[in-house]
């Protein structure tokens, strides 16, 4: 497996992936590189001996490095014009730009070697992400398990069919701001009867942890829990009831649904 991690842009992505990096027991023994192929300052993260900036893009072309790719999909070309095509053969690029395929990275970077897509979420930024990876044919089980771990190091990781990210995406990338406007309703639903809206924030922000926590740790069915919590003639079956006549559950699968149709749209217009 390559020994050398390039991260390319230092966007919220980029500076994720560099803190799990500095965190992981797997990668302690590797060399990180920053590049940025608009002249961006980078010497604030330059925070141990083995980060450094690489600033000659034939160095691209010395020996294989894993490049993780964490600009936007509109800079690919100009990141592709920076290194003159001159990635090491046996170089990984992994790529985190939505909407961009195996196939068009490949053709922009003229990149014959190994290619990972990730599809991340903002949860990277605290270490909780949800990422799902997929990998080109020619990508050995080392890179497929180097890329993996690299993404462990910032939440957890799952392996998928390309053709699978648009949802993918409908679901955990866009998912998060699903959750924030869940956690805003309930803050204006205490607000409404009666609470402070800092206390009120405070219990809706911690209710979703604990459920989502509870969920991750028993792996029980959520339906399973939503009836632990259930008694008969009580408040929650009242309140489900309601959530169930005002169609909380239709709005969550077609909001998956219309962000996965969109996701195919931008990244038809890409290709």
Same mark, same amino acid.
């Given at each position: 497996?390559?020994?050398?991690?390039?991260?390319?842009?230092?966007?919220?992505?980029?500076?994720?992936?560099?803190?799990?990096?500095?965190?992981?027991?797997?990668?302690?023994?590797?060399?990180?590189?920053?590049?940025?192929?608009?002249?961006?300052?980078?010497?604030?993260?330059?925070?141990?001996?083995?980060?450094?900036?690489?600033?000659?893009?034939?160095?691209?072309?010395?020996?294989?490095?894993?490049?993780?790719?964490?600009?936007?999909?509109?800079?690919?070309?100009?990141?592709?014009?920076?290194?003159?095509?001159?990635?090491?053969?046996?170089?990984?690029?992994?790529?985190?730009?939505?909407?961009?395929?195996?196939?068009?990275?490949?053709?922009?970077?003229?990149?014959?070697?190994?290619?990972?897509?990730?599809?991340?979420?903002?949860?990277? $930024?605290?270490?909780? @992400? +949800?990422?799902?990876?997929?990998?080109?044919?020619?990508?050995? !089980?080392? %890179? =497929? &398990? #180097?890329?993996?771990?690299?993404?462990?190091?910032?939440?957890?990781?799952?392996?998928?069919?390309?053709?699978?990210?648009?949802?993918?995406?409908?679901?955990?990338?866009?998912?998060?701001?699903?959750?924030?406007?869940?956690?805003?309703?309930?803050?204006?639903?205490?607000?409404?009867?009666?609470?402070?809206?800092?206390?009120?924030?405070?219990?809706?922000?911690? $209710?979703?942890?604990? @459920? +989502?926590?509870?969920?991750?740790?028993?792996?029980?069915?959520? !339906?399973? %829990? =939503? &009836? #632990?919590?259930?008694?008969?003639?009580?408040?929650?079956?009242?309140?489900?009831?309601?959530?169930?006549?005002?169609?909380?559950?239709?709005?969550?699968?077609?909001?998956?649904?219309?962000?996965?149709?969109?996701?195919?749209?931008?990244?038809?217009?890409?290709?």
């Amino acid at each position: 497996m390559n020994q050398v991690v390039v991260i390319v842009g230092m966007g919220n992505m980029g500076r994720a992936m560099l803190k799990g990096l500095n965190s992981s027991e797997d990668f302690k023994g590797y060399n990180i590189f920053l590049y940025e192929a608009r002249n961006h300052s980078l010497e604030d993260y330059l925070t141990e001996s083995r980060i450094s900036i690489l600033k000659d893009p034939d160095d691209f072309s010395s020996k294989p490095f894993t490049i993780v790719l964490c600009i936007k999909p509109h800079d690919l070309i100009a990141f592709a014009n920076s290194i003159n095509s001159l990635i090491h053969k046996d170089s990984l690029i992994i790529s985190i730009l939505a909407g961009t395929s195996l196939a068009t990275i490949a053709e922009q970077t003229k990149h014959k070697g190994a290619i990972v897509r990730a599809m991340p979420n903002i949860g990277a $930024t605290i270490g909780q @992400a +949800a990422t799902v990876l997929c990998a080109n044919k020619v990508c050995s !089980a080392g %890179l =497929k &398990d #180097q890329a993996f771990n690299l993404f462990e190091s910032v939440g957890d990781a799952f392996w998928a069919k390309e053709e699978q990210l648009d949802t993918v995406t409908g679901l955990s990338g866009s998912g998060p701001a699903y959750i924030y406007m869940v956690i805003e309703a309930l803050t204006d639903g205490g607000v409404k009867m009666g609470l402070a809206r800092d206390l009120a924030r405070a219990l809706a922000t911690q $209710t979703v942890l604990g @459920a +989502a926590s509870l969920v991750k740790s028993t792996g029980l069915h959520p !339906a399973i %829990l =939503k &009836d #632990q919590v259930t008694t008969p003639a009580g408040t929650t079956i009242s309140a489900l009831h309601e959530l169930e006549e005002r169609g909380l559950r239709s709005m969550f699968v077609s909001a998956v649904e219309i962000a996965t149709e969109r996701s195919k749209i931008l990244g038809s217009t890409k290709s």
